[in-house]
């Protein structure tokens, strides 16, 4: 399974960005799909996942409201779109397809990862 984030570049703070992963066929249409992220120093962080139709979706406490995540499975695409970004949101960003159709929060329910992209939002 090959999986490919893209889509981070340098913003200011306020500004947007929208994360793009690409899946290969054989997980997009049964499995949930999540996005992490880990900056210098820190732990990985759970931002958001969608269950493998779209239809369930669940987003980490620093992120909800400004985030969203959707799907497309049609194009085997995963996308984070990032709004009102802040300083804070700087990391490198993981796109990771779960073991099941519904997502979680925790790191260790995914079984694939992707490369990560590189998010940096000036202040």
């Known amino acids: 399974v090959q999986l490919q984030a893209s889509g981070g570049g340098l913003v200011q703070a306020g500004g947007s960005l929208r994360l793009s992963c690409t899946t290969s066929?054989?997980?997009?249409?049964?499995?949930?799909v999540g996005w992490f992220r880990q900056a210098p120093g820190k732990e990985r962080e759970f931002v958001a996942t969608i269950a493998w139709n779209g239809g369930s979706t669940t987003y980490g406490d620093s992120v909800l409201g400004r985030f969203a995540i959707s799907r497309d499975n049609a194009k085997n695409m995963v996308y984070l779109q990032m709004n009102s970004l802040k300083p804070e949101d700087t990391a490198v960003y993981y796109c990771a397809v779960s073991r099941t159709s519904y997502g979680s929060r925790s790191s260790t329910g995914y079984q694939y990862w992707g490369q990560g992209t590189q998010v940096t939002v000036s202040s």
């Open positions: 066929r054989r997980t997009s249409s049964n499995n949930a």
